[in-house]
């Protein structure tokens, strides 16, 4: 397979024969034009009117643009082989000037939330600041935990040579990895893919070879996650922030109660997951289920799809439910913007990178032939058309906060899952279907806020008892996880390490809760979906082009659903819980 995606648009044409040069002429003239801005800028902001504002935004959109292109270029080009001295070195360049730039435009941050609300609210009202009012907005709600200027620069230069240096060693010995297959050395990601096999001694072996895997870099990878929340302890308590999840929820438009109430509504329906590992041991013929029996196929082999079918039936799906969306799908493959195949160094998982409203998101896959793989594809293209259709919002609402940024692509995945679901053949092939559809909604969901948890035990014992041992954190790892599975699995030795490869503990603290707030709220859009029929469509496309111009709670109520709603959690819930009522009646017929 040599699906592999083509980085120079990032660049421009011009710029394919010396990346590296071309990379450097980008952020040239963004600290050429930041030197500009700061020039016209510093202490001046108090003055604006609003012409002034949005000329001023204009400039820093034009500054982003730049910056954004050589650091999406670097970091895409360092995921595919980050073995390669070359690409992480260019990786670490563009770091440190693009900190070097930021940290010339703090001033701007620091004298806008410095604004009295009065003031503030006159300059929002200025006409053609569309394109950055929301963001406006929302930078002032940092203003409790601003620090000064100088202060603000130092930490931004610290970072560096501190958390930014962390991440890229965690990052390169977890992508290092490689497990000792019978058929030679593989990365992790196929290594764990072979834990949906129908043989439970296939299963077992390629746990214990995962675990010898993960053995030797143990202790690195822990002190690494170690000094990370130490980081992170330290600046809290600098900006004031009263927990470890503050941060994250204030970047997520969410209020610290409303994620507390989405966490507590998951972990009081842990009978949920419980329910299925239970019945799926039954499929499966086993009394109980050890943790390296969760992925396995219910009903037979797995079925072997080639890159080809994946992409047709995902294409199709797509166009079917809107042709607007299947012709931004088509071209995600006739363009060149997916790298698909497994390498070697190549970074674990599957990700959309958005890059710039002047370019077009880029899709990285690892991709093993598996039905979850093509549910993976309709995942990241649904990140994928999102980020295509909320380009015309500009730079500064392209995304969305974390906690929206899972419902296009949840969305997607239930259409395509619908789609197989339509073609089973068999009642076999159905309930494997409704078995991948369940495990889904727990990965997703329970699993997440399960992976949530560890986060909070890990950082609240970084911050009451000092640096936390390996076991300390396999012990803290397997009660997170026993929580969600109780009795229904039974955790083996080796799987008290198995939390040192996931990437978002480490690159973005506080992350995963999203994917069960988006779980959750792309179910509730898809029932709309189901009920309207052809005319949700437009207003589906409305909420995706609207990117994040507007707060969650507004974007919700574009699709009819109401985030205020205590009760709404559950109202998701309940239809992952019909979902496992409909596998068990398939079960057992």
Request: aromatic share 8%.
């Amino acid at each position: 397979m040599t699906v592999s995606w083509d980085l120079g648009d990032l660049i421009s044409d011009a710029g394919r024969d010396d990346p590296p040069r071309a990379v450097d002429v980008l952020l040239a003239e963004a600290a050429r034009l930041t030197g500009v801005f700061a020039a016209r800028f510093t202490g001046a902001l108090a003055e604006l009117d609003g012409p002034g504002l949005v000329g001023a935004m204009r400039a820093l959109a034009e500054i982003r643009e730049l910056t954004t292109r050589a650091a999406t270029y670097a970091d895409l080009s360092f995921a595919v082989d980050t073995a390669d001295p070359a690409r992480g070195a260019l990786r670490q360049h563009v770091v440190e000037r693009r900190t070097a730039i930021d940290k010339d435009l703090l001033f701007f941050r620091l004298e806008w939330a410095a604004l009295d609300d009065a003031r503030a609210g006159e300059l929002l009202a200025a006409d053609g600041l569309g394109f950055a009012r929301h963001h406006l907005r929302t930078l002032r709600r940092d203003r409790p935990h601003l620090l000064t200027e100088p202060e603000e620069r130092i930490l931004a230069e610290k970072a560096v040579s501190g958390r930014a240096a962390w991440v890229r060693l965690h990052e390169e010995r977890t992508a290092a990895i490689e497990v000792a297959l019978d058929d030679g050395p593989a990365s992790l990601e196929t290594a764990l893919a072979r834990l949906s096999s129908a043989g439970r001694e296939v299963r077992r072996d390629t746990a214990e070879r995962v675990t010898a895997a993960l053995e030797p870099g143990i202790r690195t990878r822990a002190y690494a996650f170690n000094m990370l929340l130490a980081d992170k302890a330290s600046d809290d308590r600098l900006r004031g922030h009263p927990h470890w999840l503050s941060a994250r929820n204030l970047a997520n438009e969410a209020s610290d109660a409303s994620v507390e109430a989405l966490l507590d509504a998951v972990r009081r329906r842990h009978e949920l997951p419980r329910r299925w590992y239970r019945l799926k041991a039954e499929l499966l013929g086993l009394d109980r289920l050890a943790d390296y029996d969760r992925t396995a196929a219910v009903a037979g082999d797995q079925e072997d799809i080639p890159w080809a079918d994946a992409r047709d039936l995902v294409n199709e799906t797509y166009a079917d439910f809107s042709p607007e969306l299947g012709a931004i799908v088509r071209r995600f493959h006739d363009e060149r913007w997916i790298d698909a195949p497994v390498r070697p160094a190549k970074r674990g998982g599957a990700f959309c990178a958005y890059a710039t409203p002047g370019v077009h998101p880029y899709i990285m896959l690892n991709y093993t032939h598996t039905t979850a793989d093509v549910l993976t594809l309709a995942h990241e293209l649904g990140h994928g058309v999102h980020g295509a259709l909320a380009a015309r919002q500009g730079i500064f609402h392209m995304a969305t906060p974390l906690t929206l940024a899972e419902t296009a692509s949840v969305f997607g995945e239930t259409l395509v899952f619908h789609r197989l679901l339509e073609r089973a053949s068999t009642p076999e092939s159905r309930l494997s279907l409704l078995a991948r559809s369940i495990e889904g909604s727990i990965k997703t969901v329970f699993r997440q806020v399960a992976l949530n948890r560890f986060e909070h035990l890990a950082h609240t014992g970084r911050r009451e008892e000092g640096e936390l041992s390996v076991e300390r954190l396999g012990d803290l790892w397997t009660g997170s996880q026993r929580e969600m599975f109780g009795d229904s699995v039974e955790l083996t030795g080796g799987y008290r390490h198995w939390w040192s490869y996931i990437p978002h503990f480490v690159s973005t603290p506080g992350y995963v809760y999203a994917y069960a707030y988006g779980q959750l709220l792309a179910l509730a859009v898809y029932a709309r979906y189901e009920e309207e029929g052809p005319a949700f469509v437009p207003r589906y496309l409305d909420l995706l082009g609207a990117g994040g111009s507007r707060g969650p709670e507004e974007l919700g109520r574009m699709v009819g659903v109401d985030l205020a709603d205590p009760t709404f959690w559950d109202r998701g819930l309940d239809l992952v819980e019909r979902r496992l009522d409909e596998a068990e009646t398939a079960a057992r017929a």
